[in-house]
Nanobody, 122 residues
Framework: QVQLVESGGGSVQAGGSLRLSCTAS????????MAWFRQAPGKEREGVAR???????RYADSVKGRFTISRDNAKKTLYLQMNTLKPEDTAMYYC????????????????RGQGTQVTVSS
């Protein structure tokens, strides 16, 4: 069973930065796709960014140029660097992963963490 544990969320003012981390209980080189999703109250879940083992990345239009996804398989950790945060970035952020190649919009991710809250005030 794969466990994913997120950390790094918190409260920040608009324009600020946060770095989320997601540590896996298994060798992440076997998790071909890792990604970050978010969900705000009353809104649908949104794919934020995904990264393949090859390093290929894809971002939602809403975060392009502000967020950077990366992974360190040696540390079994996925990261999301979030800069120039906006109030509309406020949400619960979830780390997801799968042993297959999936797209950012896929709903088929097998593994998901418990989430970390990000709150951006204006």
């Amino acid at each position: 069973q794969v466990q994913l544990v997120e950390s790094g969320g918190g409260s920040v003012q608009a324009g600020g930065s946060l770095r989320l981390s997601c540590t896996a209980s298994v060798d992440t080189s076997s998790l071909y796709t890792m990604a970050w999703f978010r969900q705000a109250p009353g809104k649908e879940r949104e794919g934020v960014a995904r990264i393949y083992n090859s390093g290929n990345v894809r971002y939602a239009d809403s975060v392009k140029g502000r967020f950077t996804i990366s992974r360190d398989n040696a540390k079994k950790t996925l990261y999301l660097q979030m800069n120039t945060l906006k109030p509309e970035d406020t949400a619960m952020y979830y780390c997801v992963a799968d042993r297959h190649y999936l797209t950012l919009t896929s709903t088929a991710y097998t593994y998901r963490g418990q989430g970390t809250q990000v709150t951006v005030s204006s």
